[in-house]
């Protein structure tokens, strides 16, 4: 498994590019890091080989397609054995409305970033969908009022 040690100036200089614009051309990403398009190439198709490049996305818009309603959603569950997390895990993984999920060293089990329409469709998703999932005890939620940052 590569280390971040392993990185030199250039794959890091890649990649800080691609997290900006994941649609640049190779030699538009070439020009940007110093090098010509075929060393370029090689060095992504590396990167993304090794794993460090997970994949490329589109940034979108929520807002404007109607699902600008955001809560985080503190849950605690009634078990944090293994076998109970992985349930858990496996069942989360499963909610297109849960946008995020973090286990956390805290006093509740999980951190949710839940996305919705509006606040009736995010208490459906909430005593429906969430409070339904395989162990879960107690949940407790933060409504999102403005978004400064995100990405």
Same mark, same amino acid.
């Given at each position: 498994m590569p280390t971040v040690d392993d990185l030199d100036r250039i794959d890091r200089n890649i990649i800080r590019a691609l997290h900006l614009d994941g649609r640049l051309s190779m030699a538009a990403l070439a020009e940007q890091v110093g090098l010509s398009k075929t060393p370029v190439q090689a060095r992504v198709r590396r990167?993304?080989?090794?794993? /460090?490049?997970?994949?490329? =996305? +589109?940034?979108?818009?929520?807002?404007?397609?109607g699902e600008g309603h955001v809560a985080f959603v503190q849950v605690t569950l009634s078990d944090s054995r293994?076998?109970?997390?992985?349930?858990?895990n496996r069942a989360i993984a499963k909610?297109?409305?849960?946008?995020?999920?973090?286990?956390?060293a805290a006093n509740f089990d999980y951190l949710l970033k839940v996305r919705?329409?509006?606040?009736?469709?995010?208490?459906?998703? /909430?005593?429906?969908?969430? =409070? +339904?999932?395989p162990h879960v005890a107690h949940t407790s939620t933060f409504v999102v009022m403005e978004a400064v940052k995100e990405g």
């Open positions: 990167l993304e080989a090794l794993g /460090l490049i997970k994949g490329y =996305s +589109a940034v979108i818009d929520r807002l404007r397609l293994s076998a109970a997390l992985i349930d858990f909610v297109a409305q849960i946008e995020e999920c973090h286990m956390m919705s329409t509006d606040i009736v469709a995010y208490r459906r998703i /909430l005593g429906e969908t969430i =409070s +339904a999932l």
